[in-house]
């Protein structure tokens, strides 16, 4: 109890230190783990860390090919890449939106806004291109069969294996994240669902084998995202501007529908065709097993098609409340407008009626003196 105390007291162990110093943690245990690289007796150890496991020669028509399948060994090389997120996240806040922070002046709520989205632009920008580069070099494109057939997809290229794990190292991150930036409460529920969903959706996708359809679902989630986002940052510097905010909405319309198709296809249409293939653990098929059923299949495909319909609810309700502020604003402008030309034209009436003054002296609307001339006596 008294180690406990003291403990506590330490500046170390202290709420300040950890808030102010988590990247510099993150950064000393990176270094470490590089460190043990270099010695023969832990640089096994190491490269559990680093390097994607569970690799194995597959026989291709042109000879081997390596590729990859998941495990419990996968846990470790997230961790690593979390500490690796929580570095960058820190490199982007200190040297990037802070230094912007200071020179807009943003009130508090805007400025976690602002923080928010520029961390979000940051790596939506470097996913969408990474996820690009992934399935246009890997053929998923070009070949849209190429997402359910050979279901399931145990064995996993290099570059799509390792984009998996950054991507569940990334959304693991924002977790303590919340703690370390100090989200305010309000914010924290609306931050968990989204990190759950994230969470769920990769490592459904990663775990049922069905990394293809999860690769182009990612890219269209994280191009609308980006979209968002970047309006959002463009707000916060002139109010005015909210031309980002259409591109937004269009983009947000386009790529919901593109993955609703997605899903049906796949999921709907391309899965039944596929043969049923025996379960084998040690390949890593059981989640797949288990999903590869009309039972499981459809009931996924209600639970999709009923979250996108409540997306698009949830847009819709807000773009129409969105519209209506626009043109309340509109409209008493307008009549602000027309009470202001009524007014002036009330006073130009008036001066009219009484005259006006021409240097110095009242005189009538004909230029005659408005003051009675006097008789001059016989």
């Not at 245990?29 to 496991?53: G, H, N, R, Y």
């Not at 081997?64 to 846990?75: A, F, N, P, S, T």
């Not at 690796?84 to 912007?100: G, N, R, S, T």
Request: charge should be positive.
């Amino acid at each position: 109890m008294a180690f406990r105390r003291r403990a506590k007291s330490h500046p170390l162990f202290s709420q300040e230190f950890l808030i102010h110093n988590h990247a510099d943690i993150g950064f000393c245990l990176v270094l470490s783990v590089l460190i043990a690289l270099m010695f023969e007796v832990t640089a096994k150890t190491a490269f559990l860390f680093i390097l994607p496991q569970y690799n194995v020669s597959v026989p291709t028509a042109d000879g081997e090919l390596v590729q990859y399948h998941y495990g419990l060994k996968d846990l470790v090389t997230i961790l690593f890449y979390i500490f690796i997120a929580i570095i960058l996240h820190a490199v982007v806040q200190e040297y990037a939106l802070d230094k912007i922070n200071r020179r807009l002046h943003l009130s508090k709520v805007k400025h976690s806004k602002f923080n928010e989205s520029g961390q979000l632009v940051a790596f939506h920008l470097t996913s969408v291109i990474w996820c690009l580069y992934v399935v246009v070099t890997e053929g998923y494109i070009s070949n849209p069969r190429s997402l359910w057939e050979n279901y399931p997809h145990v064995y996993l290229p290099y570059q799509v294996k390792f984009f998996y794990l950054c991507q569940l190292a990334y959304w693991l991150h924002a977790l303590p994240e919340l703690y370390f930036q100090k989200v305010r409460k309000e914010e924290i529920p609306r931050q968990l669902r989204c990190i759950a969903l994230y969470l769920l959706h990769i490592a459904g996708a990663y775990l049922l084998n069905l990394t293809r359809l999860g690769l182009i679902l990612l890219l269209l989630q994280y191009l609308a995202e980006f979209f968002f986002h970047m309006a959002r940052l463009v707000y916060f510097t002139d109010e005015n501007n909210e031309k980002l905010f259409n591109v937004w909405a269009v983009v947000f319309v386009v790529t919901r529908l593109f993955t609703l198709t997605l899903y049906i296809l796949v999921i709907g249409f391309g899965l039944p065709r596929v043969e049923s293939q025996a379960l084998d653990p040690e390949r890593g098929n059981f989640f797949s097993f288990l999903f590869n059923n009309i039972l499981f299949r459809m009931s996924v495909l209600l639970l999709v098609c009923l979250f996108q319909a409540s997306v698009m609810w949830r847009f819709i309700h807000f773009q129409l409340r969105r519209w209506r502020e626009y043109w309340n604003e509109q409209s008493s402008r307008k009549r602000a407008t027309a009470a202001a030309s009524g007014t002036r034209q009330q006073t130009k009436l008036l001066k009219r009626d009484s005259g006006y003054h021409e240097n110095g002296v009242v005189k009538a609307e004909n230029g005659t003196s408005p003051r009675t001339k006097k008789l001059k006596s016989p």
